[in-house]
């Protein structure tokens, strides 16, 4: 069984592009999850997605967006990007939204702005 | 607030000895608690979670711990190795308005030296 896929695994933009991001989970997954990751704060929740509809939202201002289509793919979006969005973005699926279900996550992609 | 809090934030111990990482949340409701471990330019992988009655769990080298009474959590690294060294986090699942919320630690980072 495939693994949760994020591409592009690196990414180098300028200051004020805008970027998408993909992520495929595990098949059958209907859950998809994004967070940021820096050095200084750990793992920062961005948005969280079921059946194509957004379930919950961290605290990111709007230029951070996201979707999910129907076969569970998802992308995230951010635009007019800055220096500090400079960071690993993961996604992570799960199956079910049972209070025991583990998340699966991906490998990233690195995303540096200059 | 809901909050997850992990100390220390950094650690260097010498292959073979063991180690103890702390997690101190305030959630509520707690539905269960799951560390996960972070190797370097990758996702995080679940090691175990830990529900309300469970005080005690082993996933070989790696044991867990927790009391619900005065919400603390540890995970504890017997006889480490090389590949032990990576970032290990917290997560503590709170089911509320329906759907799980998951709230993370900023993570330890572990390095074990020959």
């Known amino acids: 069984k495939a693994g949760v896929t994020q591409t592009p695994r690196y990414l180098i933009k300028t200051r004020g592009q805008q970027v998408t991001l993909s992520c495929s989970p595990i098949?059958?997954?209907?859950?998809v999850s994004w967070y940021q990751q820096t050095p200084g704060q750990g793992l920062q929740f961005l948005f969280e997605?079921?059946?194509?509809?957004?379930?919950n939202k961290g605290n990111f201002p709007g230029r951070f967006s996201g979707r999910q289509f129907s076969n569970s793919r998802s992308e995230m979006n951010v635009s007019t990007l800055e220096l500090g969005d400079s960071a690993l973005y993961l996604c992570?699926?799960?199956?079910?939204?049972?209070?025991?279900?583990?998340?699966?996550f991906g490998s990233g992609t690195q995303l540096s702005v200059l | 607030k809901n909050q997850v809090e992990q100390s220390p934030q950094s650690l260097i111990i010498l292959e073979g000895k063991n180690c103890t990482l702390q997690?101190?949340?305030?959630?509520?409701?707690?539905?269960?608690l799951r560390w996960y471990k972070q190797d370097t330019g990758r996702g995080p992988v679940s090691l175990t979670i830990?529900?309300?009655?469970?005080n005690t769990k082993s996933n070989g080298r790696y044991t867990a711990t927790l009391d619900a009474d005065t919400k603390q959590s540890s995970l504890h690294i017997t006889a480490s190795q090389l590949s032990d060294s990576a970032s290990y986090i917290c997560?503590?699942?709170?089911?509320?308005?329906?759907?799980?919320?998951?709230?993370f630690g900023a993570g330890t980072r572990l390095a074990v030296h020959p």
């Open positions: 997605y079921f059946s194509e509809t957004q379930r």
């Open positions: 098949s059958g997954h209907r859950s």
């Open positions: 997690c101190n949340y305030t959630v509520s409701p707690f539905s269960n």
């Open positions: 992570a699926s799960r199956g079910t939204d049972a209070t025991n279900e583990k998340l699966f």
């Open positions: 997560v503590v699942s709170s089911y509320s308005g329906g759907y799980n919320k998951l709230i």
């Open positions: 830990m529900t309300f009655s469970e």
